[in-house]
């Protein structure tokens, strides 16, 4: 994920929101960082490598750090993707328990980008009870408008390579809080989206654009229409997509290997 800067604001924890599941998840977040404090290549590379300061990570042995948590983190993913492989590695309850493989290497390796950190999150999540949570990927949604009669008429889907976890902190209701733990902030899903906003480049945005007109370009030329690519009205959104809800009995492995091997996410009421 390439952004832009941001202020320091959007690090800051949101107790200044009246809504108390915002609180709440702030509380998670908070715990979660606290029990998986994970470094992200991806974070240095975003932040320290695209603002204009001196940048602290240039030196070659420095490099070589960032680097070798990168091809950790690469390994992480495989042994997630192909536990059999590495059975000499991991417990029967990692393997069978979904995540279960991830949550272990990160807290041994200590390394991690925006998806080890968001399934750090959903872990502390289960953990605390709010088993209504689930992973989501930040998308770039581009649509066109006809002129004509106003109404969308295709709509193209970007991914912004970010993922965070999303719950509606037991209210019954749509998952309408979001915890980043990469961004380090914890807020409602409108607000997040603002912030997504604000971050991205313009470049990326403008790269998703012509990818999505070229695409809607020849499908209206497939389809003979009388209206051209430049007829129409680029509307460009920011959406989050959820993951497929995991089965109750998955979210009681998790639930149940959390509060086992990383007591530490618990919060006493």
Request: overall charge positive.
């Amino acid at each position: 994920m390439r952004i832009n800067p941001i202020k320091n604001n959007f690090y800051s924890p949101s107790f200044s929101s009246r809504k108390k599941e915002v609180k709440d998840a702030d509380h998670i977040l908070r715990r979660t960082k606290q029990v998986f404090p994970l470094v992200s290549p991806t974070y240095i590379d975003s932040f320290y490598g695209s603002i204009d300061i001196s940048n602290p990570y240039a030196g070659s042995k420095s490099s070589r750090y960032v680097n070798a948590k990168q091809d950790t983190i690469a390994v992480i993913r495989e042994m997630q993707q192909f536990p059999s492989h590495y059975q000499d590695n991991l417990s029967d309850e990692d393997i069978q328990t979904p995540y279960g493989v991830t949550l272990s290497r990160i807290k041994k390796d200590k390394a991690g980008n925006c998806l080890e950190n968001s399934i750090a999150a959903l872990a502390a999540l289960y953990a605390n009870g709010y088993t209504n949570s689930n992973l989501a990927n930040v998308k770039l949604k581009v649509g066109f408008q006809n002129p004509e009669t106003g109404e969308i008429d295709a709509v193209y889907y970007m991914p912004m390579d970010h993922s965070v976890a999303v719950t509606d902190m037991n209210k019954g209701g749509k998952k309408n809080i979001v915890i980043d733990p990469w961004l380090n902030f914890a807020d409602t899903k409108d607000r997040a989206i603002a912030k997504y906003k604000s971050m991205y480049e313009m470049r990326e945005i403008s790269e998703a654009k012509s990818w999505a007109k070229y695409y809607f370009g020849l499908e209206l030329a497939r389809k003979n229409s009388a209206l051209k690519i430049s007829d129409y009205i680029p509307v460009v959104n920011f959406e989050l997509l959820e993951n497929k809800d995991l089965e109750p009995e998955e979210i009681k492995k998790i639930q149940a290997y959390a509060k086992k091997h990383f007591e530490e996410l618990l919060i006493k009421n």
